[in-house]
């Protein structure tokens, strides 16, 4: 397990690198100068330009500029965003938490309802119940995020009027910006209008989080139905009811555990599907997060920000990935064998 | 029925000809088949039978609600935009750009990345397990997110949409082209028409690639629905194709304040688009499920 | 006295082509502490009768017999749940590929101490707990595997064949049953695990009373304990006996067939052909009417259309219009 750790590490550590290889270059691709890219100052501000020229070793070679590059990269220098002149790396932080806390709701959310149904639905195998689930699963997940956001938001904010149709929370609450995390930051807040502020945001917060949920739940759904037949075929299954296990019991600790096998090792996948839902969703609900933000820096042709952006959801899904890929080999031994065996 | 013949003979089914089996058996895979196709015909058609010319502006008939609503019009069947667009010449002349412009990227990124795969997947060694962990990590990215960083260098328009989508879609059918082949090749019937002596290239072509031709649809199917939901949600953030052209997820994105006023402009795009994508879906599932039975079986 | 009886078991499948019949009218007797192989060709239907005695049935199969008894208990008579709980605690059943009847993603020490059965404990749960464990190391003791610890901490993936059919029996042997059925237990295994495996059943029978319905592809894979050997083909019984007997003179052309196919039968010329069966079995769909041996018996007539009865001739039974014995009024 040890060795097997260090290896993911290792390469996760290189990818990341590439990926900061891949981040200097676009500085480059882009058009437009490439420090002005880099650092988010303007020619035209001559001074600053001059300065920036010669901190960022422009006039050196292009490899001693990486070096450059990455070391003010790792010490979160991600320069100025062009539009407002304000810190990348301390714009990006708060947002971060808003991202985090829209799709870990719907991850919580997606798993509490998908699990479950795909478990009934393979105990009705081929009965009506399995095939009513079935269906709608896979309709909904060929509903386009957008078109069901709007669907949504037609039904339950036009029409019936429950919940407001964009935003984090009333600005009237005037809640202070820590962690991004709006639940956490009320939480945190020495506002007089705690209880109103929570529920305000919780009523913001409840139809992005069902939006986004749904796709991996119905993900979720099906992984869990099918692979839970299949272990349901196994010799081993068979063989615990053979010697007079209890149905529970064998339900318990052999079915499930090697039911959720298959279903674990798809979670990073999920979340990736998550991530690029979550990019539209935020600009539909006029979420403060990373998604909404990296849109506008591409409207606004921010590079900065938009290096920023790409770097963070990057990160973000690899970093899941990995602890994703962790999780299952701790916890389902035979994995590791294979992988090593594949050497 | 007993068979008549007296030296009877079991007659395996083609792989693809399993599959065509599998789904006849499926009343709802036939289903999504028709509307694929009637769809695929819509998009061939579309200049022919649209009502309209979908730019064309009514202004005596400015957000006309459908046809069957009371304030409808039968001259304009799905009613018509703010601008006064006839709803049903835009879905129609759309599917040009969402189902024509992602069918060519896909056919495309088919092309290369099967080429590509195939190379990978009969070189061995370190060659193919580092595309192996490359094309991991590439994956592990949304598609969307990849095709993102493409607009942003390129800018948005329809040209560097559809270089985005195929490019991204690439490593996907390299990664199954190549993780087909990598599975197959250590079986015994290659090994043994290995053994009798022939080339790469009838390996390749002759023995290795009936075999996973099933698995080439499947990955066909699912890229298909891939780029459909990536066109239309990168023209839904107003990055990919540029309005007035009348795609469907731009037509969606227009409809966003519209919402309260004209509900049918965003109902009608989004049907089409959701429809499309469930066939497909639908087709591609009852293909990975008839594969599953096929290995079942074997 | 038999404890296991079956006469005339027939089992049907349903498939597209109409029923399929793969066990025609099928008879065993099984004494308290015997040993009873089973000798059939793949497909023979073998598995099949195993499973149809331990319950583990298809809604799809059609299952008829005159008789199905174990001990006292009708089986066909009870219901799912009953014939459980008969089945779960008078019986085992050990298979081939042990490996695929653990589960891969738990210790063999868990799943060892989860099959004792609760009413062998008593005491506190802590004294239950440790209870299990001596008792999960005491069987893993008596299927000689002397280091316990390591084996019941490993996963068994990390297991060789042969060691985890010996857990496959210390598990199947937890709760003494009456009845172990071993299915092809040796296949694909190295000749030392094999004979490893067989000595050990063997050891088991004699010592705690235990019958074992022992099932094999081929007759030279028949034990010497074994006191009765039934040869099926097709779903039919050919031949049964005692196991002696039954080797030296056979009364069916089938058990003669197999005697002499055998590679390590006596009199044998050197470099001559290996005597054969003359064609290949028979599909499912397409079995022949009567004997399903006709086709390919050296001795068929126009009798073998009808399927022979089961006669008996000094404790063998067979089933063969024309059995192999030199009697004087015959013929």
Same mark, same amino acid.
């Given at each position: 397990?040890?060795?097997?750790?260090?290896?993911?590490?290792?390469?996760? $550590?290189?990818?990341?690198?590439?990926?900061?290889?891949?981040?200097?270059?676009?500085?480059?691709?882009?058009?437009?100068?490439?420090?002005?890219?880099?650092?988010?100052?303007?020619?035209?501000?001559?001074?600053?330009?001059?300065?920036?020229? #010669? #901190?960022?070793?422009?006039?050196?070679? $292009?490899?001693?500029?990486?070096?450059?590059?990455?070391?003010?990269?790792?010490?979160?220098?991600?320069?100025?965003?062009?539009?407002?002149?304000?810190?990348?790396?301390?714009?990006?932080?708060?947002?971060?938490?808003?991202?985090?806390?829209?799709?870990?709701?719907?991850? &919580?959310?997606?798993?509490?309802?998908? #699990?479950?149904?795909?478990?009934?639905?393979?105990?009705?195998?081929?009965?009506?119940?399995?095939?009513?689930?079935?269906?709608?699963?896979?309709? #909904?997940?060929?509903?386009?995020?957008?078109?069901?956001?709007?669907?949504?938001?037609?039904?339950?904010?036009?029409?019936?009027?429950?919940?407001?149709?964009?935003?984090?929370?009333?600005?009237?609450?005037?809640?202070?910006?820590?962690?991004?995390?709006?639940?956490?930051?009320?939480?945190?807040?020495?506002?007089?209008?705690?209880?109103?502020?929570?529920?305000?945001? $919780?009523? +913001?917060?409840?139809?992005?989080?069902?939006?986004?949920?749904?796709?991996?739940?119905?993900?979720?759904?099906?992984?869990?139905?099918?692979?839970?037949?299949?272990?349901?075929?196994?010799?081993?299954?068979?063989?615990?009811?053979?010697?007079?296990?209890?149905?529970?019991?064998?339900?318990?600790? +052999?079915?499930?555990?090697?039911?959720?096998?298959?279903?674990?090792?798809?979670?990073?996948?999920?979340?990736?599907?998550?991530?690029?839902?979550?990019?539209?969703?935020?600009?539909?609900?006029?979420?403060?997060?990373?998604?909404?933000?990296?849109?506008?820096?591409?409207?606004?042709?921010?590079?900065?920000?938009?290096?920023?952006?790409?770097?963070?959801?990057?990160?973000? &899904?690899?970093?899941?990935?990995?602890?994703?890929?962790?999780? +299952?080999?701790?916890?389902?031994?035979?994995?590791?064998?294979?992988?090593?065996?594949?050497? | 029925?007993?068979?008549?013949?007296?030296?009877?003979?079991?007659?395996?089914?083609?792989?693809?000809?399993?599959?065509?089996?599998?789904?006849?058996?499926?009343?709802?895979?036939?289903?999504? @088949?028709?509307?694929?196709?009637?769809?695929?015909?819509?998009?061939?058609?579309?200049?022919? =039978?649209?009502?309209?010319?979908?730019?064309?502006? @009514?202004?005596?008939?400015?957000?006309?609600?459908?046809?069957?609503?009371?304030?409808?019009?039968?001259?304009?069947?799905? /009613?018509?935009?703010?601008?006064?667009?006839?709803?049903?010449?835009?879905?129609?002349?759309?599917?040009?750009?969402?189902?024509?412009?992602?069918? =060519?990227?896909?056919?495309?990124?088919?092309?290369?990345?099967?080429?590509?795969?195939?190379?990978?997947?009969?070189?061995? /060694?370190?060659?193919?397990?580092?595309?192996?962990?490359?094309?991991?990590?590439?994956?592990?990215?949304?598609?969307?997110?990849?095709?993102?960083?493409?607009?942003?260098?390129?800018?948005?328009?329809?040209?560097?949409?559809?270089?985005?989508?195929?490019?991204?879609?690439?490593?996907? @059918?390299?990664?199954?082209?190549?993780?087909?082949?990598?599975?197959?090749?250590?079986?015994?019937?290659?090994?043994?028409?290995?053994?009798?002596?022939?080339?790469?290239?009838?390996?390749?072509?002759?023995?290795?690639?009936?075999?996973?031709?099933?698995?080439?649809?499947?990955?066909?199917?699912?890229?298909?629905?891939?780029?459909?939901?990536? =066109?239309?949600?990168? /023209?839904?953030?107003?990055?990919?194709?540029?309005?007035?052209?009348?795609?469907?997820?731009?037509?969606?994105?227009?409809?966003?304040?519209?919402?309260?006023?004209?509900?049918?402009?965003?109902?009608?795009?989004?049907?089409?688009?959701?429809?499309? =994508?469930?066939?497909?879906?639908?087709?591609?599932?009852?293909?990975?499920?008839?594969?599953?039975?096929?290995?079942?079986?074997? | 006295?038999?404890?296991?009886?079956?006469?005339?078991?027939?089992?049907?499948?349903?498939?597209?082509?109409?029923?399929?019949?793969?066990?025609?009218?099928?008879?065993?007797?099984? !004494?308290?502490?015997?040993?009873?192989?089973?000798?059939?060709?793949?497909?023979?239907?073998?598995?099949?009768?195993?499973?149809?005695?331990?319950?583990?049935?298809?809604?799809?199969?059609?299952?008829? !017999?005159?008789?199905?008894?174990?001990?006292?208990?009708?089986?066909?008579?009870?219901?799912?749940?009953?014939?459980?709980?008969?089945?779960?605690?008078?019986?085992?059943?050990?298979?081939?590929?042990?490996?695929?009847?653990?589960?891969?993603?738990?210790? *063999?020490? !868990?799943?060892?101490?989860?099959?004792?059965?609760?009413?062998?404990?008593?005491?506190?749960?802590?004294?239950?707990?440790?209870?299990?464990?001596?008792? !999960?190391?005491?069987?893993? %003791?008596?299927?000689?595997?002397?280091?316990?610890?390591?084996?019941?901490?490993?996963?068994?993936?990390?297991?060789?064949?042969?060691?985890?059919?010996?857990?496959?029996?210390?598990?199947?042997?937890?709760?003494?049953?009456?009845?172990?059925?071993?299915?092809?237990?040796?296949?694909?295994?190295?000749?030392?695990?094999?004979?490893?495996?067989?000595?050990?059943?063997?050891?088991?029978?004699?010592?705690?009373?235990?019958?074992?319905?022992?099932?094999?592809?081929?007759?030279?894979?028949? *034990?010497?304990?074994?006191? %009765?050997?039934?040869?099926?083909?097709?779903?039919?019984?050919?031949?049964?006996?005692?196991?002696?007997? *039954?080797?030296?003179?056979?009364? %069916?052309?089938?058990?003669?067939?197999?005697?002499?196919?055998?590679?390590?039968?006596?009199?044998?010329?050197?470099?001559?052909?290996?005597?054969?069966?003359?064609?290949?079995?028979?599909?499912?769909?397409?079995?022949?009417?009567?004997?399903?041996?006709?086709?390919?018996?050296?001795?068929?007539?126009?009798?073998?259309?009808?399927?022979?009865?089961?006669?008996?001739?000094?404790?063998?039974?067979?089933?063969?219009?024309?059995?192999?014995?030199?009697?004087?009024?015959?013929?």
């Amino acid at each position: 397990m040890i060795r097997y750790t260090l290896r993911r590490l290792t390469l996760l $550590i290189v990818t990341l690198w590439l990926l900061t290889v891949f981040l200097f270059s676009l500085n480059y691709f882009f058009p437009g100068d490439a420090l002005t890219n880099m650092t988010g100052i303007r020619a035209s501000d001559t001074l600053a330009y001059q300065q920036a020229f #010669a #901190a960022r070793d422009f006039d050196a070679s $292009i490899f001693s500029q990486y070096l450059n590059f990455l070391g003010h990269f790792t010490q979160g220098d991600w320069g100025q965003s062009l539009t407002n002149q304000r810190n990348v790396f301390g714009e990006l932080l708060p947002l971060l938490g808003g991202t985090l806390e829209l799709a870990l709701l719907a991850m &919580i959310f997606a798993m509490a309802l998908g #699990a479950p149904m795909g478990v009934y639905a393979a105990g009705q195998q081929r009965g009506s119940m399995d095939r009513l689930i079935m269906g709608i699963s896979l309709s #909904a997940y060929s509903i386009p995020v957008f078109w069901l956001a709007q669907l949504l938001i037609l039904l339950f904010a036009v029409k019936l009027g429950w919940t407001p149709i964009s935003g984090q929370i009333n600005p009237l609450f005037d809640v202070e910006v820590n962690s991004g995390s709006i639940i956490l930051d009320i939480l945190v807040s020495d506002n007089p209008y705690k209880t109103a502020a929570l529920l305000d945001a $919780i009523n +913001h917060l409840w139809l992005p989080v069902i939006v986004l949920a749904i796709m991996p739940a119905t993900m979720l759904m099906r992984t869990t139905r099918n692979s839970m037949l299949e272990v349901l075929q196994q010799n081993y299954i068979r063989a615990a009811r053979a010697r007079g296990l209890s149905e529970s019991r064998i339900l318990l600790r +052999h079915v499930l555990p090697n039911t959720m096998q298959p279903v674990v090792r798809q979670l990073g996948l999920m979340f990736s599907v998550l991530m690029s839902n979550i990019i539209v969703t935020e600009v539909i609900f006029n979420w403060p997060g990373l998604g909404s933000w990296l849109v506008k820096s591409i409207y606004e042709r921010d590079y900065p920000v938009m290096q920023g952006g790409l770097f963070a959801f990057a990160t973000l &899904i690899l970093l899941v990935n990995v602890c994703v890929e962790l999780f +299952h080999a701790w916890r389902y031994p035979q994995v590791r064998k294979e992988l090593y065996a594949e050497r | 029925m007993q068979n008549a013949n007296i030296y009877f003979q079991q007659r395996e089914p083609s792989p693809l000809r399993q599959i065509w089996l599998h789904m006849n058996a499926n009343p709802f895979a036939v289903v999504a @088949f028709y509307i694929l196709a009637l769809s695929l015909a819509m998009m061939l058609l579309s200049p022919l =039978i649209t009502p309209f010319n979908p730019d064309a502006q @009514f202004s005596d008939a400015i957000l006309q609600p459908p046809s069957w609503s009371d304030q409808g019009e039968i001259r304009f069947l799905f /009613g018509t935009d703010d601008l006064g667009r006839d709803m049903l010449s835009r879905i129609i002349a759309g599917s040009v750009y969402s189902l024509g412009y992602p069918l =060519i990227a896909v056919l495309v990124a088919a092309i290369v990345g099967v080429t590509i795969g195939a190379w990978a997947g009969m070189s061995r /060694g370190v060659q193919s397990s580092a595309l192996n962990h490359m094309l991991d990590v590439i994956l592990s990215i949304p598609s969307l997110l990849l095709a993102l960083v493409i607009i942003a260098i390129l800018g948005p328009s329809l040209i560097n949409v559809m270089f985005a989508i195929t490019l991204v879609l690439i490593p996907q @059918f390299i990664h199954v082209v190549h993780n087909a082949i990598y599975d197959e090749r250590y079986k015994e019937y290659v090994t043994a028409s290995r053994l009798n002596g022939v080339n790469r290239w009838y390996m390749l072509t002759r023995v290795i690639f009936p075999n996973i031709t099933s698995v080439l649809v499947m990955q066909t199917t699912f890229a298909l629905s891939t780029a459909i939901l990536d =066109i239309a949600a990168l /023209g839904f953030l107003g990055l990919g194709v540029q309005a007035p052209a009348p795609e469907w997820g731009t037509m969606l994105a227009r409809s966003l304040d519209q919402v309260y006023v004209s509900p049918w402009m965003m109902i009608l795009p989004g049907l089409a688009l959701f429809l499309t =994508i469930l066939s497909i879906n639908v087709l591609g599932d009852s293909i990975r499920a008839a594969i599953a039975e096929r290995v079942r079986n074997s | 006295m038999s404890i296991l009886d079956i006469r005339n078991l027939t089992i049907e499948l349903e498939t597209e082509n109409g029923p399929v019949r793969v066990l025609d009218r099928f008879n065993l007797q099984l !004494a308290e502490g015997e040993i009873h192989t089973l000798v059939g060709e793949s497909g023979s239907g073998k598995s099949l009768l195993a499973k149809a005695i331990l319950g583990f049935i298809n809604p799809r199969w059609k299952i008829t !017999a005159d008789r199905l008894w174990w001990r006292h208990y009708d089986l066909l008579a009870l219901n799912n749940a009953q014939r459980r709980i008969v089945t779960g605690r008078d019986m085992a059943m050990i298979f081939q590929d042990p490996s695929t009847y653990l589960d891969p993603n738990d210790k *063999v020490g !868990a799943q060892l101490r989860e099959t004792i059965p609760v009413g062998d404990l008593t005491g506190i749960y802590l004294k239950r707990r440790a209870d299990r464990q001596t008792r !999960a190391e005491r069987l893993l %003791h008596r299927v000689g595997i002397k280091d316990t610890k390591e084996v019941m901490e490993s996963y068994p993936h990390e297991l060789s064949e042969g060691l985890a059919q010996k857990i496959s029996i210390a598990m199947a042997i937890a709760h003494n049953p009456k009845l172990l059925i071993a299915d092809e237990p040796t296949t694909a295994m190295e000749p030392n695990t094999r004979s490893q495996i067989y000595r050990l059943l063997a050891k088991l029978s004699g010592g705690q009373g235990m019958s074992i319905l022992m099932i094999t592809q081929d007759l030279t894979a028949v *034990v010497p304990e074994s006191q %009765h050997i039934s040869l099926i083909y097709c779903g039919q019984l050919m031949e049964s006996g005692p196991t002696e007997q *039954v080797m030296q003179s056979p009364l %069916h052309p089938y058990t003669e067939a197999m005697l002499s196919m055998s590679l390590f039968s006596q009199n044998k010329a050197p470099q001559t052909r290996l005597p054969t069966l003359s064609g290949a079995i028979p599909t499912l769909q397409h079995m022949p009417i009567g004997c399903r041996l006709g086709p390919r018996c050296p001795y068929a007539r126009s009798a073998c259309v009808v399927k022979p009865e089961l006669a008996r001739k000094q404790q063998q039974d067979y089933s063969c219009h024309y059995p192999l014995w030199e009697d004087p009024e015959h013929d």
